[in-house]
Nanobody, 122 residues
Framework: QVRLVESGGGSVQVGGSLRLSCAASGFNTRPASMAWFRQAPGKEREGVAIITADGRIQYADSVKGRFTISQDNTRTLTLQMNSLVPEDTAVYYC?????????????????WGQGTQVTVSS
């Protein structure tokens, strides 16, 4: 059974940092793409960052230069978030797909974690 379990969320002040992790298990083959999405209160879920199995990376414009996505050999996906602002407040989700994608189209992802809350206060 495939499982994606996020951790590392919490509350920080403006300018602070958080590191999210996503432990992936149950995959028979390595996902072609893994990504982070987020959903703020009252808004639709949006893509944040994606990394492919061969290491290609894309970021949403709103997080470029502040967030870094990475993946290690154990299939743990991480999102280092620096210079956080209140607009980054959201539930962050880890997602995976066997499709090779460099876009952040939600419908391409069939495996999802339960989400972890990130709150940035001013």
């Amino acid at each position: 059974q495939v499982r994606l379990v996020e951790s590392g969320g919490g509350s920080v002040q403006v300018g602070g940092s958080l590191r999210l992790s996503c432990a992936a298990s149950g995959f028979n083959t390595r996902p072609a793409s893994m990504a982070w999405f987020r959903q703020a209160p009252g808004k639709e879920r949006e893509g944040v960052a994606i990394i492919t199995a061969d290491g290609r990376i894309q970021y949403a414009d709103s997080v470029k230069g502040r967030f870094t996505i990475s993946q290690d050999n154990t299939r743990t996906l991480t999102l280092q978030m620096n210079s956080l602002v209140p607009e980054d407040t959201a539930v962050y989700y880890c997602a995976a797909t066997h499709l090779y994608r460099l876009n952040l189209r939600e419908s391409d992802y069939i495996y999802w974690g339960q989400g972890t809350q990130v709150t940035v206060s001013s």
